[in-house]
């Protein structure tokens, strides 16, 4: 690599990621291991793609009014490290150095509270609709970025950290496309998705 090529990080920001930052979020404790990466899935309103509401949810501008479903969630403060679009176009809102606000009341690999020590991947779908190549296509390059700055060990579903309260990605998340793709330890993965797609 050239002397004179920017860094793939700085600060906890990805080199290849189009920046909107959200106020969203707060310090990490100290001493968090960053090991594990939350794969959720996001649409507003919810089956509609292509919209500007995700990324104006996550900065606090979704207009509430705008649509019957936002008043459901009126109010609501949340953020994502990343967001992937259909079309494979990678966001980033908060630095993966801090910890954004995307798994809510969680435990996994004997932890709770999966935002300290998480980096939160939001892809535009809906629970039980599949993915798009392109979307693949950019986690299978972002999270090998990431696991070469960050210690990672663990890639899971909202599903699997929150279960019985989310049900994100869903079982149209091809988890095997991942795996064979990554080439990561089968130990990386939540046992139920061994087999098959969940």
Known sequence: MPEDSPPLWIKGWYRFAHVCASPNFGPRPRGALIDLVVLHSISLP?????????????????????HPYFKSIEGLQVSAHFFITRQGDLWQFVSCEDRAWHAGVSAYRGRSNCNDDSIGIELEGLEGDTFTPAQYETLQSLIPAMAHHY?????????????GRKEDPGPGFRWDVLRDSLGLPASYYPHTTAGGHT
């Open 151 to 163: 210690p990672l060990r663990h890639v899971a579903g909202h599903e699997h950290i929150a279960p």
């Open 46 to 66: 919810p089956g509609q793609y292509g919209t500007p509401h995700v990324a104006e949810l996550f900065t606090n501008r979704l207009d509430w009014n705008a």
